[in-house]
């Protein structure tokens, strides 16, 4: 959290850092959950500028380090929660970015030559995750059908999302019983910007009716647990990192 606030851009030394906090399994385990927290408290506290800018750092430190082979497995273990927490973060990167943001989100897209807009960057990095996972064929699928595109848009946002979903019951299918449980943990339900996409979403991951939703979902070897519900963590999250910026 420390390396978080000096340099929330994630500049060369900040960079290398991450790289060497990863080269140790037992570690990222660790690191890549409170990135995660980080990165969904902007969910919980949408109208608090400090907590909008850890979640962008977070992100640009996942964008960082993804490929990284160290991350790999930690990666693939909290898979589930990585592509809900970056879907909702497309979802509400299409609002307005709140004024804190601006500054650290120009040094972020100078350092690492990332998209003008802050939603391409989330878009970016999903496609990272996935292609990290494997789904190269998903990831050509959803650029025939444009989900990209309009998944940015507020008026197509929430059939992009359907689709975005299906693709994933298709490509990803071990998957989708650990992401629909994480889904419905989070406390973003009766709040208007989230409940269309979120639904649309949640309808096509629960289509596959012979998946046991109560079966932790596993790639290959490894086997994706359910790390302790976000709503559980983000009040002492906050009073602890809030005032960092």
């Known amino acids: 959290m420390g390396l978080l606030c000096c340099a929330p851009w994630c500049d060369g030394a900040a960079a290398l850092m991450w790289r ?19 990165m969904e408290s902007s969910m919980f506290f949408p109208r608090e500028d400090n907590e909008a800018v850890f ?108 689709l975005l979903a299906r693709e994933m019951r298709h490509g990803l299918s071990p998957l989708c019983p650990c992401i629909a449980r994480h889904l419905l943990s989070l406390p973003i339900w009766g709040q208007p910007r989230w ?14 009716k012979s998946q046991e939703a109560e079966t932790p979902a596993s790639i290959g070897d490894l086997t994706s647990p359910l790390t302790t519900p976000p709503a559980a963590e983000q009040t002492r999250w906050s009073s602890r990192h809030s005032s960092c910026l």
Not at 90 to 112: D, F, L, Y
Not at 195 to 208: C, K, M, R, S, T
């Open 20 to 38: 060497t906090i990863g080269s140790s399994g037992q570690v990222v385990q660790e690191v890549l959950a409170t990135l995660l927290s980080v």
């Open 55 to 162: 979640a962008l750092a977070a992100t640009v430190v996942l964008w960082v380090t993804v490929h990284a082979p160290e991350w790999h497995t930690a990666v693939l273990l909290h898979s589930p929660r990585l592509l809900v927490a970056l879907f909702l973060q497309i979802v509400s990167s299409t609002e307005q970015m709140p004024q804190g943001v601006e500054g650290v989100w120009t040094a972020c897209r100078e350092e690492h030559h990332l998209p003008s807009e802050r939603s391409r960057f989330a878009v970016q990095t999903l496609k990272a995750l996935l292609c990290r996972l494997g789904a190269h064929e998903m990831l050509l699928a959803l650029e025939d059908r444009q989900v990209w595109d309009n998944l940015l848009c507020a008026d197509t946002q929430h059939d992009a999302a359907g």
């Open 195 to 208: 409940d269309l996409p979120a639904l649309a979403f949640l309808v096509e991951q629960l289509q596959d």
